[in-house]
């Protein structure tokens, strides 16, 4: 009869181990930047980025699942130009007065061993969201050198047409696919 007693809290010991193995990161705003490149008239190839995002990522690595939740403040594009800055505001484009954020928000993310590679989700843009894969470039967890808190960075990219999130404006002059690059830290509260 002690047999099975002791083997059941055995196992809820093992089973609160792996439990405990995710781990949550907060996104650092300072050392976040979505970024996205298209080209412009066939001239060359622009790329523009996003100053202000936050979010949560959950990780278990042993485990081999995930969780991303990202926000991006629209209202912050930086082309450097701000005049520029505006139009990309407008109806047009990120239509911020009615849409400030875009989101994105994972659905599963896939690993290679104890390594993200992917990360499927849906991304949301003027109030459409699409299914969109992030492909991880890069994926890096330890201790921060300066905090010593525990962190994590990636690089990821991929690529969507503007034009199914409402924002097609001089579509084809100006390409309707745009590549989205993302360079993200994250430490642990």
Known sequence: MKKP????????????AAFAAAE???????????????????????????????????????????SVD??????????????????????????????PTITFKSTAVRFDG???VAVD????????????TLKV???????????KKEAIGANAVATVKRSEFNAGKYVPNVSDEVKLIISLEAMQP
């Open 137 to 147: 470039t890069s994926f890096q967890a330890m201790p921060h050198p300066i905090t």
């Open 121 to 132: 989700g849906s991304l949301t843009i003027k109030g459409i969201t699409r299914p969109v």
């Open 114 to 116: 104890d390594q993200p």
């Open 70 to 99: 990202i926000v991006i403040d629209a209202k912050s594009v930086d082309t450097g130009y701000p005049l520029f800055n505006e139009h990309l505001q407008g109806e047009d484009f990120f239509d911020t007065a009615k849409y």
């Open 24 to 66: 949550t990161y907060v996104v650092d705003p300072n050392h976040t930047y979505p970024r996205f490149e298209y080209n412009h008239f066939g001239f060359s190839n622009q790329i523009q980025r996003f100053d202000k995002t936050s979010g949560t990522i959950v990780v278990d690595r042993a485990a081999k699942t995930g």
């Open 5 to 16: 007693i002791a083997l059941f809290a055995l196992a809820t010991v093992f089973a609160s």
